[in-house]
């Protein structure tokens, strides 16, 4: 089974930028379609980002032309780059990963990690107004 650590986290002022990174354990990255989400206390996770084996990538609407989404060229480690956080970004955030045979594409991906997929163990992110 993929194994998925997060780093990348911390505090940062609103207006700013951090870029967290997903490690994955799996030899064959391209096995798996990806994603990132949050964690807001006293709120659902939400999703934020898929993005799947062929390339396609997918948004929720609270970060599209914020947030990024990507990966290595090696496959092996997962990104996402967010510019222009708020303080409403504050969170613990997530990545997951699925199987690409399953779930292909950004879209297929991002309906199945939530309750397929394999999780890491989240990195916290803080914004300051």
């Known amino acids: 089974r993929v194994r998925l650590v997060e780093s990348g986290g911390g505090s940062v002022q609103a207006g700013g930028s951090l870029r967290l990174s997903c490690a994955v354990s799996?030899?064959?990255?391209?096995?798996?379609?990806f994603g990132w989400f949050r964690e807001i206390p006293r709120r659902q996770r939400e999703a934020l980002a898929a993005?799947?084996?062929?390339?396609?990538?997918i948004y929720a609407d609270s970060v599209k032309g914020r947030f990024t989404i990507s990966q290595d060229d090696g496959e092996k480690t997962l990104y996402l780059q967010m510019n222009s956080l708020k303080p409403e970004d504050s969170g613990v955030y997530y990545c997951?990963?699925?199987?690409?045979?399953?779930?292909?594409?950004?879209?297929?991906?991002?309906?199945?990690?939530?309750?397929?997929?394999?999780w890491g163990g989240g990195t916290r992110v803080t914004v300051s107004s």
């Open positions: 997951a990963a699925v199987q690409a045979r399953t779930w292909k594409t950004a879209v297929q991906a991002l309906g199945a990690l939530g309750r397929f997929g394999a």
């Open positions: 799996e030899d064959d990255a391209s096995n798996y379609s």
């Open positions: 993005i799947g084996t062929e390339g396609s990538t």
